[in-house]
């Protein structure tokens, strides 16, 4: 986090990373912090076979993912699961059907910057397969896939890899 040197507030080149969460400036008093962000997962479930989507996009382009990002201000986890997923795949989705089934830490690298998150999981379950429009910029690719044959080297996050290290054992 050392790409920040200049103090937003006198602008002095003067600013200190703390290497965990806080930015500081000597010379005025001046603290900025990296505070948590919030972000969703949903795994979109049929049977014993699951959604997932291919990052067309750094960070881990190319790894599967699960649907989902970041919460906006003001909006609930429920309502960013609704909006990504209409996003993504152009899914409507009913927010009374999503279960919630646990939180994990994650560190979301984009340009140079360690964004520390806390994932919430979400499971919402399908009645029918479906298929979207690919046309979307965030994904390469989407495929249902069973539980069993889920390769965790294929997943781009560690916390969605943890995720599916548990969710794989109780099923």
Do not use: H
Not at 138 to 150: A, D, G, H, L, P
């Amino acid at each position: 986090m050392k790409i920040l040197k200049f103090c937003p507030n006198c602008g002095k080149e003067t600013l200190n990373w703390d290497g965990e969460k806080k930015w500081s400036c000597p010379e005025c008093s001046f603290n900025l912090y990296n505070n948590v962000a919030g972000a969703v997962a949903v795994i979109i479930r049929y049977g014993d076979e699951v959604y997932l989507t291919r990052r067309n996009q750094e960070p881990k382009k190319g790894k599967l993912d699960l649907a989902g990002g970041f919460v906006d201000p003001k909006e609930s986890a429920e309502n960013t699961c609704k909006r990504e997923l209409y996003e993504e795949l152009e899914l409507e989705i009913d927010i009374k059907n999503l279960k919630y089934l646990t939180s994990l830490p994650n560190v979301y690298q984009y340009k140079e910057i360690d964004y520390n998150t806390i994932d919430l999981f979400y499971e919402y379950n399908v009645s029918e397969k479906f298929d979207v429009n690919l046309a979307l910029s965030e994904i390469s690719e989407t495929q249902w896939i069973k539980i069993s044959e889920i390769n965790l080297d294929d997943i781009a996050f560690d916390s969605q890899k943890t995720f599916f290290e548990n969710y794989i054992k109780n099923i």
